[in-house]
C-alpha cells in the first residue's frame, strides 16, 4: 500500500511538472524574472538622480513626478504636468518593466532608458532645462561628484553618466511574482475560474497576438483603430513622427500589460479611466469583436492578475546644494 502511495504521489507530481513545463513553454506571456543587480552603487546614484527635481529648471518637478513609483510608475492623469503647468501632449507611460520594451515613449523615438533619459530634462514642456544646466547642477555638489567618481571613474559629470546611471536605476524597477506569472509556474490555485475564463478570452480572440512576453505587450508597433478608426482629439501622430511615413501614422508603441489596473487612464491620449472601458473599445476597434458584459468583467478580472511585487526600497536622502548650485527658477526664467 505504501509503494502504492509513494507511486501515486510522484506520478502526480510529474504531472504537476509537466503542466508547468507546459505553460512555460506554450503561453505567450511569459513570467517577469527579478532584477539582478550587479551594479548597486550606480543603482542607488540612478536612484538619487530619478527623485531629484534640481535637474529641471523649477526645481520641483523630478523623474517621479510623472513616472510615480506610488502609483505603478505612472501619473494617472490623461497627460502629464510640465514646467509652469503646461499640459503634456501624451499620456505618460508606465516605467515599470520599461526595460522589457523594444523602444521607448509611445512613439519609440527612444532607443532605450538611457537615451529616454535625457528627453524630459531638455523638453521646454517637461522639465525645461537644459543637459549643459542638469550638468552644471549636478557638478556644483560635491557629494555628487565624489559619488560619479566612484562609480565612473571621474569627478567630472556627463550628461551621458546621467542618463547611464537614471537608465541602471530604471532596470531594477521589474515587477515580478503575479498571481498570473504564479499560474505560468504551474500553481493553479493562484488565479480564479473567472480569471483564468479572462485569459482564455483574452486568447481566444487575439488580444495575446500584441500583448505578449514578459511585459504582455511592449514589443511592437500597431496602428491605433485597425477595424473602426479611434476618435480623439489628442494631436499625436504616433510612430509617423519618426519615420516620416504616412504609413506609420497612428501606429504606436503597444503597451504593457503589466500593473494596468494602476496605471489609468488608458491609451495614448489618456481618454478612458476604467479597464471595462478600455477592453471594450480595444475589442473593437483593434479585432472587431464586440464583448458581453461578463466576458468583459472576465477578461478585466486576468488583466488585474498581471499586477506583480512593486518596486520597494529606501528613499534616498539627497545632497544638499551649494553656494554654486544654479538656482531653479519655478515661473521661468524673469528678465
Known amino acids: 500500500m505504501k509503494k502504492l502511495l509513494t507511486i501515486a504521489i510522484a506520478t502526480g507530481f510529474g504531472f ?10 506554450t503561453e505567450l506571456i511569459k513570467p517577469i524574472e527579478p532584477a539582478t543587480i550587479t551594479e548597486p552603487e550606480k543603482v542607488e546614484l540612478g536612484k538619487k538622480l530619478w527623485f531629484d527635481p534640481r535637474l529641471s529648471m523649477s526645481g520641483f518637478i523630478s523623474c517621479n513626478s510623472c513616472h510615480n513609483l506610488s502609483t505603478g510608475g505612472s501619473d494617472n492623469l490623461p497627460t502629464s504636468i510640465g514646467h509652469n503647468w503646461q499640459q503634456g501632449p501624451i499620456n505618460s507611460p508606465t516605467v515599470l518593466n520599461s526595460s522589457l520594451s523594444v523602444a521607448q515613449f509611445w512613439d519609440g523615438r527612444a532607443a532605450n532608458l538611457q537615451e529616454q533619459a535625457g528627453g524630459p530634462i531638455a523638453n521646454p514642456m517637461e522639465m525645461a532645462s537644459s543637459h549643459v544646466l542638469a550638468v552644471d547642477v549636478i557638478n556644483s555638489i560635491p557629494q555628487y561628484r565624489e559619488e560619479f567618481a566612484k562609480v565612473y571613474g571621474s569627478a567630472d559629470v556627463t550628461i551621458d553618466n546621467i542618463t547611464d546611471a537614471i537608465a541602471v536605476f530604471e532596470e531594477t524597477l521589474v515587477t515580478p511574482n503575479s498571481r498570473f506569472d504564479q499560474w505560468l509556474k504551474g500553481d493553479d490555485k493562484a488565479i480564479t475560474e473567472q480569471e483564468l475564463a479572462g485569459y482564455n478570452t483574452f486568447k481566444s480572440i487575439g488580444c495575446v497576438a500584441c500583448h505578449n512576453g514578459p511585459a504582455a505587450g511592449g514589443t511592437s508597433f500597431q496602428r491605433m483603430g485597425v477595424v473602426e478608426p479611434y476618435q480623439t482629439s489628442n494631436p499625436a501622430e504616433g510612430r509617423a513622427a519618426v519615420t516620416g511615413k504616412d504609413a506609420d501614422r497612428f501606429t504606436f508603441k503597444v503597451p504593457t500589460l503589466r500593473n494596468v489596473e494602476l496605471t489609468y487612464p488608458y ?6 479611466w476604467t479597464l471595462e472601458e478600455a477592453t471594450d473599445v480595444m475589442a473593437r476597434l483593434q479585432l472587431g469583436r464586440k464583448l458581453d458584459e461578463q ?41
Not at 504537476?16 to 513553454?25: I, K, N, P, T
Not at 491609451?267 to 478612458?272: E, R
Request: hydrophobic share 35%; net charge negative; charged share 20%.
Open 16 to 25: 504537476s511538472m509537466q503542466a508547468h513545463a507546459d505553460r512555460l513553454s
Open 267 to 272: 491609451f495614448h491620449d489618456g481618454a478612458y
Open 295 to 335: 466576458e468583459i468583467d472576465n477578461v478585466v478580472a486576468f488583466l488585474k492578475t498581471l499586477t506583480g511585487d512593486q518596486p520597494t526600497f529606501t528613499m534616498p536622502i539627497l545632497p544638499p546644494s551649494t553656494n554654486d548650485t544654479p538656482r531653479p527658477q519655478p515661473f521661468g526664467i524673469k528678465q
